[in-house]
């Protein structure tokens, strides 16, 4: 033994001298499994802060980029069910360290496509190392002089973009079943082995940190768009593209080989911790415990309750508990229905469940989606999209979840009440979010796809390209002198290209479509916007503050859980409510969205004869249908919580004067009278 010893209790009370190894010390696990979780979340929480970058660069579909993004939760809830019955029969830290490389390899998996696919190619004005092509009106060239968004589709073309596909499902399938044991798993091994004290301390700062993950995967997504998509692969000069121009693509896989190594070194130390560790205290803490700490703190009435029929019902608690534990996996899966069953039909568990997985499914559509809304709303960037996600919408409801939390603790609310704060959380969410629906940006103009002032206008718009043979697929958006959109300068007329030192574009000239006193006009490379950046601040603070409200409601909806339901369900019913959510809200949740934004589409990319990315939207039906759906699902949440209320307080009316009645002989005499009335009238 060396001089840095101390000594730990065992669970027999003995107390032996051992070496401060930190694989025995429960801290140090909290520590690694913080910074697990962190990397967990910063892997899938990724791709939505660059979903619609990943759209543009290889063509999807709104739709399908749901899917790919709600594809994790397929594997993760097929799983999730064994989790409680294995629980400490296996070696655990091992189990979450298997779990952690198969995130990462998800996570390696994710950036694959980036390696076996070319590089980005997109129309351009100046001839380069890509092409010799140009996308500028040239009368006399046919128009099948070879325009790279007009290449034909070949076999391999079309083979390549199934195996991108196939390669992104493979890896969100992992990621979903490699998340399967870090958490439960990490949360019941820190509650065997830390103490009674302690052990809310700890589980506090992992439920800090899965709040806080996604806005880190946001503020990283910030980050590696900036860089251009092949970095690694064109040098910096050749690239004629600017971060603002709607053909940018950013280093999107970047972010993927960032927290995937994350994921992987945090994996490693979990090889090395014991099955069983020495407790922090004697008596150390277990879940019972922090159920029996928590239900002391925050049960509603205030009253003190009998101390002998708590610690009955508590061992009457920890034996059925036990007594599930010991079932085999057969009987366990006989077992699962029916607390399934049981629980289903409690209306308060039902009705709650059913109100999360309205606020689950709103937080979906929010999580995959919002950056392309914003981006195209209010034209901005991928970048400053993410980071308004990451650095103001997140920590809202990281605000929403702490401020209910101290409420509940503060006041120490009954069931009654606590469905009161939900209720008045949503109502309030509800009239903040509703001026959202309103407060947007009109569709831009876009000559021959959304503007045309007359008959007159089109007929001329037909005329001017006429003669310039252009490309149907060409897309190159320029910015007429006229305020108007063009989707390629070929399509504007424009015959001259002008370029500075450094090869970027400056304007196009003598652009025979954009008329100027009676001159060919000119233009400027890029799309001309939205032109309502005055309502983006408005915006952003309405939607923070709607969001704020919404997860007021978070945890007095669990406690509403887990302090309606039989005691002995307790594990069970957080297993079922999980389950639920997945299935019913993060699974259909992205797609539901990414469909309902699909058909706000006016303009879509065509490749290999199919509809590959939207590139241009009626911006008022998206915002319609998009923030749309979330107000339904708040409504809907809304309504739940209400009839939760009105059951709750009908019970606690019943209860009073159930107990008012027995405390009163008199009043229990004229009861049973009135009970008995009609048969003495007979």
């Known amino acids: 033994m060396t001089s840095t010893a101390t000594k730990s209790s065992y669970p027999d009370g003995s107390r032996k001298t051992l070496c401060r190894n930190p694989f025995l010390s429960i801290k140090f696990f909290v520590f690694c499994h913080g910074l ?107 128009g099948s002089r070879g325009n790279l968004s007009d290449a034909g589709c070949t076999p391999y073309a079309a083979r390549e973009n199934h195996e991108v596909l196939l390669v992104m499902f493979i890896a969100q399938a992992l990621l979903g079943i490699g998340g399967v044991p870090i958490q439960p798993f990490g949360i019941s091994y820190i509650d065997d082995f830390a103490s009674e004290r302690n052990s809310p301390l700890y589980l506090g700062i992992l439920f800090s940190v ?215 959380g949503m109502f309030l969410c509800l009239l903040v979010a509703f001026p959202l629906l309103f407060l947007g940006c009109p569709t831009q103009k876009v000559a021959g796809v959304t503007y045309s002032e007359s008959s007159e206008f089109e007929h001329y718009a037909l005329e001017c390209n006429l003669q310039c043979n252009c490309p149907e697929k060409a897309y190159n958006p320029i910015c007429g002198s006229n305020n108007i959109e063009y989707i390629s300068p070929c399509s504007a007329g424009c015959r001259v290209v002008n370029i500075d030192a450094d090869n970027s574009v400056l304007n196009y000239t003598h652009c025979s479509c954009i008329s100027e006193n009676g001159f060919a006009g000119f233009a400027k490379p890029g799309t001309c916007g939205t032109g309502c950046s005055h309502l983006f601040l408005p915006f952003v603070v309405l939607s923070c503050l709607a969001g704020i409200l919404a997860s007021v409601s978070h945890t007095p909806s669990f406690m509403l859980i887990l302090r309606s339901i039989q005691p002995e369900d307790k594990s069970f019913a957080v297993g079922i409510q999980f389950m639920l959510l997945r299935v019913l809200a993060w699974m259909p949740g992205p797609v539901l969205y990414g469909s309902a934004i699909d058909t706000t589409c006016i303009l879509w990319e065509k490749k290999c004869d199919r509809k590959a990315a939207c590139r241009y939207y009626n911006n008022n039906l998206f915002r319609q249908r998009y923030l749309g759906l979330q107000f339904f699902f708040e409504v809907g949440a809304f309504l739940c919580f209400v009839m939760v209320y009105v059951i709750l307080r009908r019970q606690e009316r019943e209860a009073s004067d159930t107990a008012e009645t027995k405390a009163d002989p008199e009043k229990e005499k004229l009861a049973v009278n009135s009970i008995k009335c009609p048969e003495s009238k007979v």
């Open 36 to 142: 697990l979780q962190l990397s967990q979340l910063l892997v899938s929480g990724y791709l939505k802060s660059s979903i619609s970058t990943i759209e543009r660069r290889y063509g999807l579909s709104s739709q399908t980029s749901g899917l790919l993004a709600s594809f994790n939760e397929v594997g993760n809830t097929l799983l999730i069910v064994f989790i409680s019955y294995f629980g400490s029969r296996v070696h655990r830290p091992r189990f979450i360290g298997c779990g952690a490389i198969l995130v990462s390899l998800a996570g390696f998996l994710m950036s694959l496509p980036h390696f076996i696919t070319g590089p980005y190619e997109y129309d351009q004005s100046v001839a380069s190392m890509f092409s010799n092509t140009t996308d500028l009106c040239q009368p006399g060239v046919p």
């Open 210 to 424: 899965t709040v806080i993950g996604p806005g880190v995967a946001f503020m990283l997504g910030s980050a590696m768009l900036r860089f251009y998509v092949d970095i690694d692969k064109v040098a910096g000069d050749d690239v004629q593209l600017t971060n603002k121009d709607p053909r940018w693509v950013g280093a999107w896989w970047l972010g993927f080989l960032v927290a995937a190594s994350l994921v992987a070194i945090s994996a490693v130390p979990y090889f090395f911790f014991p099955r069983e560790m020495p407790k922090e205290r004697r008596h150390h803490a277990t879940v019972w415990n922090v159920i029996e700490v928590a239900g002391t703190r925050l049960v509603a009435s205030g009253k003190e309750s009998d101390s002998k029929k708590s610690k009955g019902m508590l061992s009457q608690l920890r034996s059925r508990s036990e007594h599930v534990q010991n079932l085999s996996l057969t009987k366990f899966i006989k077992h699962f229905p029916v607390v399934l069953l049981r629980n289903l039909r409690h209306p308060v568990f039902l009705l709650v469940v059913l109100a999360q997985v309205n606020l689950s499914a709103m937080v979906a559509g929010l999580a995959t989606f919002m950056g392309k809304f914003l981006e195209r709303q209010f034209s901005l960037t991928a970048s400053l999209a993410n980071m308004i996600i990451g650095a103001v919408n997140i920590p809202g409801a990281m605000v929403g979840i702490v401020v209910g939390g101290a409420i509940l603790k503060r006041f120490q609310m009954s069931l009654r009440q606590c469905s009161a704060m939900c209720v008045l």
